[in-house]
């Protein structure tokens, strides 16, 4: 059963402290993942695509990167208002349930 | 640019009837779709379109109808409202099938 899982549900940093977000999927024949941010009452707001093992991208304080099996955001430094909730969407069809960060100042 | 635009963004519907849910992009995207974002489901994709006059069904399509006119609309349609379709909607369009999306800012729906 093609599936997203994302790690951990939730997520609270002290600004400056480092982490990663974990997605994993199962679905086969991968033609793109996607990292959105989405901030309470709002859509989603596309931050990265990824379409091949080893790829990275970076933005800011994020960086994107993947595997064959699952892709990790690595927030550096965060600040406050990186919080909000992380989503990542295999082919634009799968999504995964999110991970909600709160960066403390 | 008004990018993707969803009205209303709050409704209360009884249980039977039916509404409307309308999105309009101004991008000239090919790609649009719908989706219900339900806590600890994630987004699930309820419809979507590759271009005026063509659309599919997603995950979800049970209870919804969808038609694609014109490039820049793509409306939802419920036809007889169920409590389970409690849901937050979200449209969304793309370039093309399977590049990033645009979202819309959603319509929050009660059904009682």
């Known amino acids: 059963e093609d599936q997203v899982t994302q790690s951990p549900e939730a997520l609270r940093l002290q600004e400056g402290e480092s982490s990663s977000l974990n997605c994993s999927y199962t679905?086969?024949?991968?033609?793109?993942l996607f990292w959105y941010r989405q901030d309470p009452g709002k859509g989603p707001e596309f931050l990265f695509t990824?379409?091949?093992a080893g790829e990275e991208k970076e933005k800011e304080r994020l960086k994107a990167t993947l595997t064959k099996k699952e892709s990790f955001l690595h927030i550096t430094a965060p600040k406050p208002e990186d919080s909000a909730t992380y989503l990542c969407?295999?082919?634009?069809?799968?999504f995964g349930t999110g991970t909600s960060l709160t960066v403390i100042p | 640019n008004a990018g993707v635009t969803q009205t209303p963004k709050f409704q209360v519907l009884k249980t039977g009837q039916s509404m409307t849910l309308q999105c309009a992009q101004d991008?000239?995207?090919?790609?649009m779709s719908w989706y219900r974002q339900d806590p600890g489901m994630g987004l699930r994709l309820i419809h979507y379109?590759?271009?005026?006059?063509?659309?599919d069904q997603g995950e979800v399509p049970n209870g919804y109808n969808v038609s694609r006119s014109t490039t820049e609309d793509f409306p939802l349609r419920l036809l007889s409202a169920a409590p389970s379709q409690t849901s937050v909607y979200f449209c969304?369009?793309?370039?093309?099938?399977?590049?990033?999306?645009?979202f819309g800012q959603g319509t929050r729906l009660t059904v009682v």
């Open positions: 969304a369009s793309s370039y093309r099938k399977g590049a990033e999306a645009f």
């Open positions: 679905v086969s024949g991968l033609r793109g």
């Open positions: 990824l379409y091949s």
């Open positions: 969407a295999v082919d634009q069809f799968y």
């Open positions: 991008m000239n995207h090919e790609y």
């Open positions: 379109s590759v271009g005026a006059g063509i659309t």
